[in-house]
Each structure stands twice: as C-alpha cells, then as structure tokens.
C-alpha cells in the first residue's frame, strides 16, 4: 500500500516538476528552425531546383510577383531556370525565427542577395515552416520582398555585385 502511494504521489507531482514543463532536448526551438533554413540555403546551393524544391512540404507554395506556385513539383520546375544558370546564385541568412506553442508552425524572417551576371540585388525574406509527421521542417509558404531601388539595404547589394527571393 505505501509502494502504491509513493507512486501516485510520484505521477501527481511529476507535472509539477521544473523539468515537466520544459521542451524536451529534442523538441522544437528557434535555433533549430534557423539551422533548417540553413540547411535550405545548403540543399540549394549544392544541388539547385532540386534541392530548393526538396525542402518544400508537397502542398508547400512560393508567393512570387502576379501569382502563386503551389506544390513541390511545380515550385521545381519555377526554380529550375534561374538555379541552373551558372552565373545565377542566391544566398540568404536567416535574422530570426520563432516556433507555435504547438511547436508544428514556425517561420524565419533574413535576408537575401540574388545575382546574375552583373547584377546584384537584395531584399528580405519570410518563410513559414510546418513540422511534417517525421517531425522535420518544410517550407508551407515562401515569399521574398525586394529591397526598394536605391534603398542603403539595396546599394549595399548592388555593391557587392538580384531582386526578389525567388528565382524570377
């Protein structure tokens, strides 16, 4: 009878605890949502459409001028013609990042620099993640906001060498 007290006071109080209430060390965190759009910058930078497309969710949608590109095929087959062009490139860094209290939606805010040949332009970026039923990140919604003409964020990028996020 007291072993089966100790254990109902143990399950009573262990919501209780500190530790109960904490995120798990594996669970989701802004700095982990940020290393995913890294790794993002990564996949695209090493294997192009494919690698931008890859981290998509399959209903995942690019919002870029005029329209909408939904699914990972299509966002694919959008990308493929800036992304395989040599003297096309497009780095960003993430600024910062925040996680749902459910811990299945997140997005991350940075910003981005496009350039192809001569051409050098800027802008900032948002992306929403969705956590999918492995628990990894995938791109829901991606869009980029060009920096305005003549903007210091946008000289500033026009020195170092594009205009929106995406590859149009």
Known sequence: MARRLGEVVLLVSLPLSPTACSPAADGPSAAALMEADRAFAAATATRGAAGWASIFAEDGMMIVPGARI??????????????????????????DADISDGGDL???????????????????????????????????????????????????????????????
């Open 70 to 95: 939904v699914g990972r095929d299509s966002i694919r087959r959008y990308m493929e013609p800036a992304l395989s062009d040599t003297s096309f490139s497009l780095d960003w860094e993430p600024t």
């Open 106 to 168: 997140g997005y991350t805010i940075g910003r981005y620099t496009r350039r192809s040949g001569e051409r050098t332009a800027g802008g900032t970026y948002l992306t929403v993640w969705r956590r999918d039923g492995a628990g990894a990140w995938r791109v829901a919604v991606d869009l980029g906001v060009p920096d305005p003409p003549g903007s210091a964020a946008s000289d500033a990028a026009a020195a170092d060498g594009p205009d929106d996020r995406d590859g149009g």
